[in-house]
């Protein structure tokens, strides 16, 4: 139910954009966002963006990820800049709904070579 993509292998300093497109069986939704899981860590929070208007972003990925939105809450997209080799992780996105279900994508794999 959703689908994301745009992962890769990447030098450091390099960028990437991850795009996620959510299906129409997802309904209501007020929040969406990225996560990530390095290997042998817990997942965690990169950014997430809310019906308020809201964006949040982990402290490490300040200032070089931003995250937006299609007004439809259909698609979310990650751009990633002045990546580093500590970025490296699965990352996955996720849309909540205002009902607090959440939805999750397969992830997409972000690989940033030294």
């Known amino acids: 139910q959703l689908q994301a993509s745009g992962g890769g292998l990447v030098k450091s300093g390099g960028s990437l954009t991850l795009s996620c497109a959510a299906s129409g069986s997802i309904v209501s939704i007020n929040r969406m966002g990225w996560y990530r899981q390095a290997p042998g860590k817990q997942r965690e929070l990169v950014a997430v963006t809310t019906s308020g208007g809201n964006t949040n972003y982990a402290d490490s990925v300040k200032g070089r990820f931003t995250i937006s939105r299609d007004g439809a809450w259909k698609s979310v997209y990650l751009q990633m800049n002045s990546l580093k080799p500590e970025d490296t992780a699965v990352y996955y996105c996720?849309?909540?709904?205002?009902?607090?279900?959440?939805?999750w994508g397969q992830g997409t794999l972000v690989t940033v070579s030294s």
């Open positions: 996720n849309s909540r709904t205002w009902a607090l279900k959440d939805f």
